[in-house]
């Protein structure tokens, strides 16, 4: 007989898996506790976006509080690696034992050069992996200037320009002979042989010696059912969609995939009263007794990658709104959604003034049912987020229905901020 579960229960499932159930704990936060935060989650998604924070380090800061982003940065450039980038969810920070498997399970064959001329792909790939071989790791930019290229189309032969050489180089990160040792302050990746990423080469992993070599030596379909175990880890309950959507692998092997896990007991099927549809939760899975948390999560955030999975578990229906018209944004730019213990209770536009030393709430909205400490609770955030960010003070503009409680909540903790420090 299947257990039967309500709502509220399944978002504590999903809340725990996640790391978000709890109330952070005090003290600094240690390395260990960033790693064993990623290695929770499995991936971070990476966005170019830059208006509040680069949308990898803030699933941490919201599990975490204030943390030191060095911390990542050593995780992902230092030996033995942590974290690496590849294709998962989107581009994002995986764990490296991933890696293998996500090579045979990832195509992104629209960002790379899987339409260029085979001999041209040939000659730019083996130029590339020369340069990368013979010397520190470069941006696009620079393996063009090293391979002696302008940044302008030419009509000859080879057609070589600066787009050529960006288009290989996505062709040699898709297929794993390349990787990210780094990014540059403007966010360019720096590639390097992944060889040199990871010393110790899983077999999947194709040699730079072929440019276009697929993973050899491994197992798809044992693959796959290690991913999707990964992901139902993280999920802790959720849909094969879910499951299917967090690595982003195809639907029909992934069921296969699913099966499999169910077979074996990593995977019980439950019923969710209120979610009609097929639901699973992992052996592992705990179920705590209430959730405790409060969190801005980041729009990129992995609780909130599958939009009908937040819809169903929190009735919180979400879009990013980076790129829609301004004139049509229902709630604003970068807008986070705002987890108090275990509802999704409000949403603030955030945007991080650097030159005035401001974190700006732009707008506040809360949601249905909203509880009465929603906006102080949201202002004590605000203030750790400030703080984390290296800010100096919150301003709250007027706009959505919870700014002018949110206005008075953070004017009411600067004061009383104001009066310790003069009595200290």
């Known amino acids: 007989m299947q257990e039967l579960l309500s709502l509220k229960q399944a978002r504590r499932i999903a809340l725990a898996a996640q790391g978000l159930d709890k109330v952070r704990p005090a003290g600094p936060v240690t390395a260990r506790a960033v790693g064993r935060t990623f290695a929770r989650l499995q991936l971070v998604q990476i966005d170019s976006v830059n208006v509040l924070s680069r949308s ?138 992944t060889a040199r990423v990871l010393p110790e080469r899983p077999p999947a992993v194709p040699d730079a010696a072929d440019a276009d070599a697929g993973p050899v030596g491994a197992d798809p379909a044992a693959a796959l059912v290690r991913l999707i175990d990964a992901a139902a880890q993280a999920h802790g309950i959720g849909t094969l ?33 209120g979610w009609n549809k097929t639901v699973f939760r992992h052996a592992e899975a705990r179920l705590p007794r209430a959730a405790t948390g409060r969190a801005l999560l980041s729009p990129f955030d992995s609780l909130v990658f599958e939009r009908r999975r937040l819809e169903d578990l929190f009735g919180f229906r979400y879009r990013v709104e980076i790129y829609t018209p301004e004139p049509k ?41 909203a509880p009465a400490d929603t906006a ?35 004017s009411g903790a600067e004061r009383r901020v104001s009066a310790q420090r003069e009595q200290a």
């Not at 911390?71 to 998962?88: F, K, V």
């Not at 792909?121 to 302008?150: C, D, F, N, Q, W």
């Not at 960006?166 to 990787?179: N, P, Q, Y």
């Open 56 to 193: 990898h380090y803030l699933p941490f800061f919201s599990r975490l509080g204030n943390y030191d982003r060095g911390i990542l940065q050593r995780m992902a450039g230092t030996h033995p690696r942590r974290m690496m980038e590849y294709w998962a969810h989107e581009a994002s920070f995986i764990r490296p034992g991933h890696f293998p498997d996500l090579l045979l399970w990832q195509s992104r064959k629209w960002v790379g050069a899987h339409s260029m001329d085979p001999e041209l792909r040939s000659g730019v790939s083996a130029r590339i992996l020369e340069a990368l071989a013979a010397g520190r790791p470069m941006t696009a930019a620079e393996l063009t200037a090293r391979l002696g290229h302008v940044e302008e189309r030419q009509q000859d032969n080879w057609g070589w320009n600066w787009n050529a050489v960006k288009r290989v180089l996505e062709h040699l990160f898709e297929a794993g002979l390349i990787s990210a040792a780094s990014r540059t302050d403007s966010f360019e990746r720096r590639y390097t042989l």
């Open 241 to 273: 969609r879910c499951f299917a959507d967090y690595f982003r692998t195809p639907m029909r092997a992934s069921a296969i995939a699913l099966d499999h896990l169910v077979d074996t007991g990593r995977l019980l099927p439950v019923t969710v009263s």
């Open 376 to 410: 102080v609770e949201l202002a004590a955030e605000l203030q750790l987020m400030a703080e984390w960010l290296e800010l100096d003070r919150v301003v709250v503009s007027p706009k959505g229905d919870l700014a002018p409680a949110l206005g008075d909540a953070v």
């Open 329 to 369: 944004r229902r709630f604003g730019y970068y807008v986070l959604p705002f987890l108090l213990r275990d509802g999704i209770v409000a949403r603030v536009d955030l945007k991080a003034d650097r030159t005035n030393g401001l974190l700006l709430a732009r707008a506040a909205h809360a949601e249905p049912g």
